[in-house]
T-cell receptor, first 114, second 113 residues
Framework: NAGVTQTPKFQVLKTGQSMTLQCAQDMNHEYMSWYRQDPGMGLRLIHYSVGAGITDQGEVPNGYNVSRSTTEDFPLRLLSAAPSQTSVYFC?????????????FGPGTRLTVT | AQSVTQLGSHVSVSEGALVLLRCNYSSSVPPYLFWYVQYPNQGLQLLLKYTSAATLVKGINGFEAEFKKSETSFHLTKPSAHMSDAAEYFCAVRVANNNDMRFGAGTRLTVKP
């Protein structure tokens, strides 16, 4: 299994540009999520999905959109990039929404907005 | 809402010394607690998790953590540090009926030769 994969690994955007961060998992996991990691703040949940066609907001959803058309894929869209969105983005998946199940993380996408 | 606090953003130990990374949680319902490790430029990898089966949990690479309800703590320990343990460590909490996993700010562990 490839696990959780993310593309691209690095991206530089200008303010106002839009882009999509890709995330895919091959473990048939029901639950998928997006986090951003900023120095001294740990990881903060942006959006999550408990199955195909079902998404919901996390702690910091503003400026981001998600959709889940298949079990495998969970892309994150930045609608109009802002410098405050400079961060490292991690996608994660879990077998179930049940809290006993750990999440598996992708390698991350480092995004810089100038 | 549930939360975790990691005491100490940086911890430095000598090789062979005890590693102690502190995590305290806040939750009004029984929590499920996790420790993850992040090596430079990589994603997070699960070290261990507490799911109420046993209060002392053993994980990978010789790490263990003890759930102490009276102290609302879940500290991570390793008897003897190795150079390869240098990384950032995150404590996280999840509760039933809530899809949110909340992470602490992280503790960067440095191991001196």
């Amino acid at each position: 299994n490839a696990g959780v994969t993310q593309t691209p690994k690095f991206q530089v955007l200008k303010t106002g540009q839009s882009m999509t961060l890709q995330c895919a998992q091959d473990m048939n996991h029901e639950y998928m999520s997006w986090y951003r990691q900023d120095p001294g703040m740990g990881l903060r949940l942006i959006h999550y999905s408990v199955g195909a066609g079902i998404t919901d907001q996390g702690e910091v959803p503003n400026g981001y959109n998600v959709s889940r058309s298949t079990t495998e894929d969970f892309p994150l869209r930045l609608l109009s990039a802002a410098p405050s969105q400079t961060s490292v983005y991690f996608c994660a998946s879990s077998y179930s929404r049940q809290p006993t199940y750990e999440q598996y993380f992708g390698p991350g996408t480092r995004l810089t907005v100038t | 809402a549930q939360s975790v606090t990691q005491l100490g953003s940086h911890v430095s130990v000598s090789e062979g010394a005890l590693v102690l990374l502190r995590c305290n949680y806040s939750s009004s319902v029984p929590p499920y607690l996790f420790w993850y490790v992040q090596y430079p430029n990589q994603g997070l990898q699960l070290l261990l998790k507490y799911t109420s089966a046993a209060t002392l949990v053993k994980g990978i690479n010789g790490f263990e953590a003890e759930f102490k309800k009276s102290e609302t703590s879940f500290h991570l320990t390793k008897p003897s540090a190795h150079m390869s343990d240098a990384a950032e460590y995150f404590c996280a909490v999840r509760v039933a009926n809530n899809n949110d996993m909340r992470f602490g700010a992280g503790t960067r562990l440095t191991v001196k030769p």
